[in-house]
């Protein structure tokens, strides 16, 4: 159980997705089909000062791969999704890396404009971030979390454990050369797979420290408001509604882990008992299937 303490049970939690999760047309029929999503979307292009709508609905998955163009695409899908559900009640809300932006617009601590303008600047700071370093992640698939962190540990160069997705699929992050060599030392320890992923840079990696000094002095000029139910962040898995310590959280995300297991876990334990992904795709989704079955098989 988490140190806040949450004992209703039969809890709704929502979770929102973060980078990866993007396809193309993402949106369309949401835009075409409900008159408050196309308001949300149409000022969405005026807060941007691009036409975003036009990209997510008629642009190449190469185009909605840019960094700038992804965070704030899956930002919108995720959060219009909610704002235009009728049932949207959250007892608890998380999200996975750019997804905690999202779920702190869900749970009101965010304004609308206030996160779409923040993920933006997040966004612009980890491009630019990864011009300085070129870097890159991978996903280790079979190995425990701690033969990881050691594999991790024993590398001469930057290289760390940086998002904690499920048991048995833990994604590591820095420099290319490190990450490399990382991969052929899973190999040896035992790993199933250890697969480059095709990504900008090493998210969640002290090699982002650029970019959260940006994003930094950004969350202390946005104001924050009292959330209406707790969010469980990336880098303590622990629920909150205390704006500073939401705040410190999210500057700290960029350079640590995101510890979605331990998410999921903690939400469980706190009584939710229907997870419901609002956003593209369906990968958190699987994920909490894969924590829940272990856990059985754990006899947690």
């Avoid at 840019?66 to 919108?76: G, R």
């Avoid at 070129?134 to 050691?150: N, Q, R």
């Avoid at 992923?197 to 202390?220: D, Q, T």
């Avoid at 997870?275 to 006899?299: C, D, M, N």
Wanted: net charge negative; aromatic share 8%; hydrophobic share 40%.
């Amino acid at each position: 159980m988490s140190p806040l303490k949450i004992n209703y049970k039969h809890m709704k939690a929502y979770i929102y997705p973060g980078q990866g999760a993007q396809f193309p047309g993402m949106g369309n029929e949401l835009y075409h089909t409900n008159q408050t999503a196309k308001q949300y979307f149409d000022n969405a292009n005026e807060i941007l000062g691009f036409d975003i709508t036009k990209i997510m609905f008629e642009g190449t998955a190469e185009e909605l791969k840019q960094t700038k163009v992804t965070q704030p695409a899956v930002f919108l899908h995720s959060v219009i999704l909610s704002f235009t559900n009728d049932d949207f009640a959250p007892d608890m809300v998380a999200g996975h890396s750019l997804g905690e932006f999202s779920a702190l617009v869900a749970n009101k601590a965010l304004s609308f404009e206030d996160g779409l303008t923040l993920v933006y600047k997040r966004a612009l700071a980890m491009q630019k971030a990864c011009e300085i370093n070129p870097s890159t992640m991978a996903a280790i698939l079979g190995l425990d979390d701690a033969v990881v962190e050691k594999v991790c540990a024993d590398i001469a160069g930057i290289v760390v454990a940086a998002n904690y997705n499920c048991p048995g699929q833990l994604v590591i992050s820095g420099s290319n050369k490190a990450v490399a060599e990382a991969c052929e030392k899973m190999k040896e320890a035992g790993a199933k797979r250890a697969l480059p992923l095709p990504v900008g840079g090493a998210f969640h990696s002290p090699l982002m420290e650029p970019a959260r000094v940006e994003l930094e002095k950004a969350i202390n000029e946005t104001a924050f408001s009292e959330p209406i139910c707790p969010i469980y962040q990336n880098v303590t898995a622990l629920p909150s509604k205390d704006i500073e310590v939401i705040k410190a959280n999210l500057i700290k995300q960029l350079t640590a882990p995101v510890r979605w297991t331990q998410i999921v876990q903690n939400m469980a334990a706190d009584g939710a008992t229907q997870f419901t992904e609002s956003g593209p795709g369906k990968v958190l989704q699987g994920l909490v299937k894969k924590i829940h079955r272990e856990a059985e098989v754990s006899g947690l």
